[in-house]
């Protein structure tokens, strides 16, 4: 069974801060990962994905994948209270395969 | 672009009852995703389309749901008799390939009272 693990939270940060949101899959030929960002009563919106060892960067948020360790990661620079909401890590083999979500990290960015 | 729509957006209904969800694709997505997410939940894959024909449908309960795909476009869930335990948000998703980033529609909560 394949799985993908977060720690459900409450994670809490100060306005401004850096937020680390992590996750760890099971199955070691897992090809690309995602991040997705779920406000209370809404559905799921991608904000990130990642292929390949190592950081990307988009605006404030950064993804870290080491697939050796596997882990992949999801850094917040500068919280704000609009970035409150549930964090989604989904992985997948780039072809054929669904998305496995894992339970989602609830992050209060704290005003 | 338009996004992917689903009705309706809730539904309540007694336990036994049927019930059906819609969902309509972005234009051009040829794989289509249900989803079924319980309150704190990550999202769980019923079933996964490309065009028309199934991909996956391990997951799906096929004694009480069942869904298809018309013609490659809009997708349809069903449940039969429906349970307590079937109360839920499904989410309908689409990409225009496998392995690629997911956009998903609004969902439809479901309560079986």
């Known amino acids: 069974q394949k799985e993908v693990e977060q720690n459900s939270g409450p994670l809490s940060v100060p306005e401004g801060a850096i937020a680390s949101l992590n996750c760890t899959y099971s199955d070691r030929v897992s090809q690309s990962f995602f991040w997705y960002r779920q406000y209370s009563g809404k559905s799921p919106e991608l904000i990130m994905s990642?292929?390949?060892?190592g950081d990307k960067e988009d605006g404030r948020f950064t993804a870290q994948l080491n697939k050796a360790s596997q882990y992949v990661s999801l850094l917040i620079r500068d919280s704000q209270p609009s970035d409150s909401a549930t964090y989604l890590c989904?992985?997948?083999?780039?072809?054929?395969?669904?998305?496995?979500f894992g339970p989602g990290t609830r992050l209060s960015v704290l005003p | 672009e338009a996004g992917v729509a689903q009705s309706p957006r809730y539904k309540i209904i007694e336990k036994r009852q049927s019930v059906a969800f819609w969902c309509n694709p972005i234009s051009g997505h040829a794989t289509l995703y249900w989803y079924q997410q319980i309150l704190g939940q990550g999202p769980k894959l019923l079933i996964q389309f490309q065009n028309n024909g199934v991909v996956d449908d391990s997951q799906l309960p096929k004694d009480r749901f069942s869904a298809e795909r018309l013609k490659g476009v809009d997708s349809t869930l069903k449940i039969q008799p429906a349970k307590l335990e079937d109360s839920a948000v499904y989410l309908c998703?689409?990409?225009w390939g496998r392995g690629r980033g997911y956009t998903f529609g609004s969902g439809t909560r479901l309560t079986v009272v």
């Open positions: 989904a992985v997948t083999h780039n072809y054929g395969q669904n998305f496995v």
């Open positions: 998703a689409s990409s």
């Open positions: 990642i292929y390949s060892n």
